[in-house]
Protein backbone atom coordinates (compact mmCIF):
# COMPACT_ATOMS: atom_id res chain seq x y z
CA UNK A 1 0.00 0.00 0.00
CA UNK A 2 0.94 3.41 -0.89
CA UNK A 3 0.82 6.35 1.65
CA UNK A 4 0.63 9.82 0.13
CA UNK A 5 0.92 13.15 2.12
CA UNK A 6 0.11 16.29 0.21
CA UNK A 7 1.40 19.72 1.11
CA UNK A 8 1.79 23.61 -0.08
CA UNK A 9 -1.83 24.67 -0.28
CA UNK A 10 -3.02 27.81 0.81
CA UNK A 11 -4.34 31.26 0.41
CA UNK A 12 -3.11 33.05 -2.74
CA UNK A 13 -3.84 36.16 -4.73
CA UNK A 14 -5.34 35.49 -8.48
CA UNK A 15 -2.21 35.51 -10.50
CA UNK A 16 -0.32 34.49 -8.26
CA UNK A 17 1.98 30.94 -7.82
CA UNK A 18 1.84 27.79 -5.34
CA UNK A 19 3.86 24.64 -5.52
CA UNK A 20 2.13 21.24 -4.13
CA UNK A 21 3.93 18.40 -3.05
CA UNK A 22 3.21 14.97 -3.07
CA UNK A 23 5.31 13.05 -1.21
CA UNK A 24 5.39 8.46 -1.66
CA UNK A 25 5.87 6.11 0.73
CA UNK A 26 8.06 3.98 -1.60
CA UNK A 27 9.82 4.28 -4.91
CA UNK A 28 7.62 6.09 -7.01
CA UNK A 29 9.76 5.19 -9.88
CA UNK A 30 7.98 1.62 -9.79
CA UNK A 31 4.65 3.55 -9.64
CA UNK A 32 2.85 3.68 -13.31
CA UNK A 33 1.20 7.18 -12.76
CA UNK A 34 1.04 9.70 -10.52
CA UNK A 35 -1.33 12.16 -10.74
CA UNK A 36 -3.62 15.19 -9.32
CA UNK A 37 -6.72 15.79 -9.01
CA UNK A 38 -9.19 18.38 -7.54
CA UNK A 39 -12.59 18.95 -6.28
CA UNK A 40 -14.06 22.41 -5.62
CA UNK A 41 -17.46 22.46 -3.74
CA UNK A 42 -20.67 21.27 -5.71
CA UNK A 43 -18.33 20.13 -8.22
CA UNK A 44 -17.08 16.67 -9.42
CA UNK A 45 -13.62 15.63 -9.06
CA UNK A 46 -11.47 16.35 -11.90
CA UNK A 47 -8.16 14.87 -13.38
CA UNK A 48 -5.40 17.85 -13.15
CA UNK A 49 -2.40 16.45 -14.41
CA UNK A 50 -0.67 13.27 -14.68
CA UNK A 51 3.54 11.99 -15.01
CA UNK A 52 3.99 8.88 -15.96
CA UNK A 53 6.37 6.21 -15.32
CA UNK A 54 8.36 7.41 -18.46
CA UNK A 55 7.72 10.34 -17.86
CA UNK A 56 4.76 11.15 -20.55
CA UNK A 57 2.60 14.13 -18.92
CA UNK A 58 -1.01 15.27 -19.92
CA UNK A 59 -3.28 18.19 -18.48
CA UNK A 60 -6.76 19.20 -18.11
CA UNK A 61 -7.17 21.68 -21.06
CA UNK A 62 -8.42 24.28 -17.65
CA UNK A 63 -4.59 24.44 -16.22
CA UNK A 64 -2.39 23.65 -19.85
CA UNK A 65 0.44 26.44 -19.84
CA UNK A 66 -0.40 27.67 -16.33
CA UNK A 67 0.28 23.94 -14.39
CA UNK A 68 3.70 21.60 -14.38
CA UNK A 69 3.46 18.59 -13.21
CA UNK A 70 7.14 16.96 -12.17
CA UNK A 71 8.43 13.97 -10.71
CA UNK A 72 11.39 14.00 -8.23
CA UNK A 73 12.55 9.65 -7.99
CA UNK A 74 15.56 10.05 -5.50
CA UNK A 75 12.99 12.31 -3.23
CA UNK A 76 9.86 10.04 -3.79
CA UNK A 77 7.89 13.08 -4.53
CA UNK A 78 5.69 14.84 -7.05
CA UNK A 79 5.06 18.06 -8.07
CA UNK A 80 2.28 20.90 -9.02
CA UNK A 81 3.77 23.84 -10.01
CA UNK A 82 0.91 26.18 -10.28
CA UNK A 83 1.06 29.56 -11.90
CA UNK A 84 -1.40 32.66 -13.28
CA UNK A 85 -3.48 30.70 -10.50
CA UNK A 86 -7.43 31.56 -11.11
CA UNK A 87 -10.25 32.02 -8.57
CA UNK A 88 -11.91 29.10 -10.42
CA UNK A 89 -8.29 26.83 -9.71
CA UNK A 90 -9.66 27.03 -6.40
CA UNK A 91 -10.47 23.37 -5.16
CA UNK A 92 -9.19 20.59 -2.64
CA UNK A 93 -6.52 18.79 -4.68
CA UNK A 94 -5.28 15.76 -4.03
CA UNK A 95 -2.48 13.07 -4.95
CA UNK A 96 -3.48 9.91 -6.64
CA UNK A 97 -0.70 6.68 -7.61
CA UNK A 98 -1.78 3.87 -10.03
CA UNK A 99 0.50 0.74 -9.32
CA UNK A 100 0.19 -2.00 -12.12
CA UNK A 101 -2.98 -3.90 -11.87
CA UNK A 102 -5.29 -1.12 -11.34
CA UNK A 103 -4.72 -0.18 -7.79
CA UNK A 104 -4.92 2.88 -6.89
CA UNK A 105 -3.98 5.33 -3.83
CA UNK A 106 -5.04 8.31 -2.33
CA UNK A 107 -3.62 11.12 0.03
CA UNK A 108 -5.82 13.47 1.98
CA UNK A 109 -5.75 16.73 0.51
CA UNK A 110 -4.62 20.00 0.25
CA UNK A 111 -6.95 23.24 0.15
CA UNK A 112 -6.08 25.89 -2.64
CA UNK A 113 -7.92 29.01 -2.23
CA UNK A 114 -7.10 31.64 -4.94
CA UNK A 115 -9.15 34.70 -3.88
CA UNK A 116 -8.66 38.56 -3.26
Known amino acids: QVQLVESGGGLVQPGGSLRLSCAASETIGSIKAMAWYRQAPGKQRELVAV???????RYADSVKGRFTISRDNAKNTVYLQMNSLKPEDTAVYSC??????????WGQGTQVTVSS
Open 51 to 57: VTRDGST
Open 96 to 105: NAEQSGGFYF
